[in-house]
């Protein structure tokens, strides 16, 4: 089938890839202009393990091309996706000016019948405004030209294999002919069982921001049983995997850390309360698991002043800069809240991070950059690990202690083994870790 792709962020390029990968002729576009001159030379603009080789296989193949005219994407296309940008107004309600830009375009560039699927989040009731859109640009296509809801549920480090073996494929939908021209696209991946669900559209658009805050609501929950744990002298990590075992919670996201960052659950939280508003329902649990997520990275922060005492005359190194470990994306990243809150203390901060420090430097010039986590550590008076990269956990720690000024880390991610670090004489302090913790005044030479 001929695919239209519009926008190429983390969401579109991954479509323009999979799409291709099973077998559609696809073509990409994006507003930025040199965004589209990089990909055609080849370039992937942002970091996602496997999407450059992917992307060039086929382009090669000849299943995948970019281009800077409306026109030429839409061309005789029978499916045209969404996957434009849906930044938080200030009033975190998710601005939609760019998904009905799109629309517009689409429209006015539709040579057929075609079927427009927003895969952008986008709030419930978003599919009809985009459809009096169409139907206002091309009343001549009123019949042809059909809205539909496809939410993604990729995630950012696991994009390509998420896309390409889903554990569900979200289709909502209105007419019978919508259906079929979406499970004729989706053909390849249904044909290998992959779960595929389809609903009315206010269903499936509903479903992808419930998703995600309760994806959220497990982090904030794990966080905020971290401060319990703290109090209580017990171990969250031991508390989350006796909670995992049982099959109606899950282990997965449970992990207490500095927080959720990233690009989805900031603001798909906030347009999801806004969206509560707008429907006139009080849904308080949202910004609890908001407030709890802030708490995080003010708890990070407390605990490096606890150990330090004054930090202006103080080096704080920072492991891990991007919002979690496998992509270099800094947007809303808890290690970059940290670093604000450090550097307006009047603290050194230096900065390693295996593929963000360039993206980080630009969000945050203040920051030192290091180039490599040896360089950062050197000097410090307290290591903080904020992402949990492979890289941090297979450090040579006994030297890291040699090197540093005092022998402290503050672990956010609970990433490195802590009696470990304890043993190898580290003031140690992980996330909700009540028994695995000691400070500098419980070593022996301190
Ligand atoms: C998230 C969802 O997981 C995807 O299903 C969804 O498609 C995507 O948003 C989206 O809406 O586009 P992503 O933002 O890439 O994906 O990242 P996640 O892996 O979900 O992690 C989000 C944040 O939560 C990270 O900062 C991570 O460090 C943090 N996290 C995750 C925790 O603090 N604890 C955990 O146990 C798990």
Not at 112 to 139: D, F, N, W, Y
Not at 350 to 370: C, M, S
């Amino acid at each position: 089938m001929r695919v239209a792709v519009v926008g190429t962020g983390h969401v579109g390029l991954v479509t323009c890839a999979s799409m291709a990968a099973i077998g559609h002729a696809v073509v990409g576009i994006d507003s930025d202009k040199e965004k589209i001159s990089q990909l055609n030379s080849g370039s992937c603009p942002f970091y996602e393990p496997g999407l450059q080789e992917l992307l060039n296989v086929q382009v090669e193949a000849g299943r995948l091309s970019f281009v800077h005219d409306m026109a030429d994407a839409v061309r005789d296309a029978e499916v045209a996706f969404i996957c434009v940008g849906t930044p938080p107004r200030a009033s975190g309600e998710a601005s939609l000016v760019a998904v009905e830009q799109a629309g517009r375009e689409i429209a006015r560039n539709a040579t057929g019948s075609m079927v427009v699927v927003e895969k952008s989040t986008v709030p419930a009731g978003t599919a009809g405004r985009l459809g009096q859109v169409l139907i206002h640009e091309r009343p001549d296509l009123r019949t042809r030209l059909e809205v539909a809801s496809n939410p993604e549920f990729l995630r950012e480090g696991n994009a390509v294999k998420d896309s390409l073996e889903p554990d569900r494929i979200l289709v909502g939908a209105q007419s019978q002919w919508a259906f079929e021209v979406l499970r004729a696209l989706y053909e390849p991946l249904r044909s290998k069982g992959h779960l595929y669900i389809e609903t009315d559209i206010p269903t499936a658009e509903l479903a992808k921001h419930a998703s995600n805050a309760f994806l959220a609501l497990k982090i904030s929950f794990a966080n905020a049983l971290a401060q319990m744990c703290e109090r209580a002298g017990a171990d969250v990590v031991d508390v989350a995997q006796v909670m995992g075992a049982d099959p109606r919670i899950g282990r997965a996201f449970l992990n207490a850390g500095l927080g959720y960052g990233g690009y989805c659950f900031p603001k798909d939280l906030q347009a999801f309360e806004r969206l509560a508003d707008e429907l006139g329902y009080d849904f308080p649990l949202l910004s609890e698991i908001e407030k709890i997520n802030d708490q995080a990275v003010a708890s990070a922060f407390s605990k490096v002043r606890e150990a330090l005492w004054n930090l202006e005359d103080k080096r704080i190194a920072l492991l891990g800069l991007s919002f979690k470990p496998g992509t270099d994306d800094i947007r809303f990243s808890p290690a970059l809240a940290l670093a604000r809150l450090l550097l307006d203390e009047g603290t050194e901060v230096v900065g390693y991070d295996p593929v963000a420090t360039h993206a980080a430097k630009a969000e945050e010039p203040q920051l030192r950059i290091a180039p490599d986590p040896y360089d950062a550590i050197r000097g410090a008076h307290c290591l903080v690990i904020c992402t949990e990269w492979d890289e941090f956990t297979a450090l040579d720690f006994p030297r890291v202690k040699r090197d540093m000024a005092y022998p402290i880390v503050i672990d956010a991610r609970n990433a490195l083994d802590a009696k470990a670090m304890l043993a190898i004489g580290f003031a140690y302090q992980g996330v909700g870790r009540g028994a695995l913790a000691s400070r500098m005044g419980d070593l022996p030479h301190a």
